[in-house]
């Protein structure tokens, strides 16, 4: 469920996001950037990070000039001061095949 944190239903209600990856095993992305933006978002990401929900963080790169990919680097230094770096580690991937499923899996 990429851009979890656009969804107004669940910034209304994060219960109901924990809740939906509890029961149904969906899968969250969070973009780096809303790490680092207003208050509509922080509230339910800070909610989705406590509860162990986010699977992974992603740049919303489209290009270099707009949104650049470095942003993930700041966004992983944020999530090892709110989390531990094992949890951190394992949602920023700066190599992008280190995200990908295994084939065998």
Do not use: K, T
């Amino acid at each position: 469920f990429a851009h979890v944190e656009r969804y107004a239903c669940f910034r209304r209600a994060p219960g109901r996001a924990v809740r939906l990856r509890r029961e149904w095993d969906i899968r969250y992305q969070v973009n780096a950037g809303s790490l680092f933006g207003g208050l509509r978002a922080h509230f339910l990401i800070s909610r989705l990070l406590s509860a162990g929900a986010v699977d992974l963080i992603a740049s919303d790169a489209h290009d270099c000039a707009v949104r650049p990919p470095d942003v993930l680097r700041a966004a992983y230094e944020r999530l090892c001061a709110r989390c531990s770096p094992a949890y951190a580690s394992a949602l920023v991937h700066f190599d992008v095949q280190s995200a990908m499923p295994d084939e065998g899996a």
